[in-house]
T-cell receptor
Framework: GAGVSQSPSNKVTEKGKDVELRCDPISGHTALYWYRQSLGQGLEFLIYFQGNSAPDKSGLPSDRFSAERTGGSVSTLTIQRTQQEDSAVYLC???????????FGQGTRLTVV | GQQLNQSPQSMFIQEGEDVSMNCTSSSIFNTWLWYKQDPGEGPVLLIALYKAGELTSNGRLTAQFGITRKDSFLNISASIPSDVGIYFCAGRGNAGGTSYGKLTFGQGTILTVHP
């Protein structure tokens, strides 16, 4: 598709289980971001990938969170041993580094019960 | 690291009123972007600014890139109910290393418009 695609759109998981969230960026976009947003709140930066450079992981809240970007395209955000406080909308965005507009996906709503 | 302060945090206005919100940065930015997020959706780009002093309009929206390169504002004129949502500013500075090209977002302004 033409836009950023995230899957699943909704995920309900039991506390303690691992989850994987997927992001398909716009084709050719070298930069990819993950953000977390609690209900009615701002965007909490998690991780930033830029081309083949080492990612900026400074926003990951704990070592239960990790992300990969395979082949410079698709990215997977993994949350291990989920906790209730992990419940939020996880947003992915991509951009061409030399052009600064970032385009967002619809997000994945994660609910940990 | 780079930080953005966005204000106000929330606004409650009557339909037809004008709205103004702004962002300030602790460091110089080369680009400012303004986004709007509707409920249940991802943020959508409204306006992009690339030069200090630049003033850009998009319909009822007007945004400016501050001359100091450390601030930007967004104005909405003659607000309507569909303007409701969360507005975010974002900027890109001169950070290097793993933060090269990284966008930094403000905390958002929640706008409520009463008919």
């Amino acid at each position: 598709g033409a836009g950023v695609s995230q899957s699943p759109s909704n995920k309900v998981t039991e506390k303690g289980k691992d989850v994987e969230l997927r992001c398909d960026p716009i084709s050719g976009h070298t930069a990819l971001y993950w953000y977390r947003q609690s209900l009615g709140q701002g965007l909490e930066f998690l991780i930033y990938f830029q081309g083949n450079s080492a990612p900026d992981k400074s926003g990951l809240p704990s070592d239960r969170f990790s992300a990969e970007r395979t082949g410079g395209s698709v990215s997977t955000l993994t949350i291990q041993r989920t906790q209730q406080e992990d419940s939020a909308v996880y947003l992915c965005a991509s951009s061409l580094v030399q052009f600064t507009e970032a385009f967002f996906g619809q997000g994945t709503r994660l609910t940990v019960v | 690291g780079q930080q953005l302060n966005q204000s106000p945090q929330s606004m409650f206005i009557q339909e037809g009123e004008d709205v103004s919100m702004n962002c300030t940065s602790s460091s110089i930015f080369n680009t400012w972007l303004w986004y709007k997020q509707d409920p249940g959706e991802g943020p959508v780009l409204l306006i992009a600014l690339y030069k200090a002093g630049e003033l850009t309009s998009n319909g009822r929206l007007t945004a400016q890139f501050g001359i100091t390169r450390k601030d930007s504002f967004l104005n909405i004129s003659a607000s309507i109910p569909s303007d409701v949502g969360i507005y975010f500013c974002a900027g890109r500075g001169n950070a290097g290393g793993t933060s090269y090209g990284k966008l930094t977002f403000g905390q958002g302004t929640i706008l409520t418009v009463h008919p």
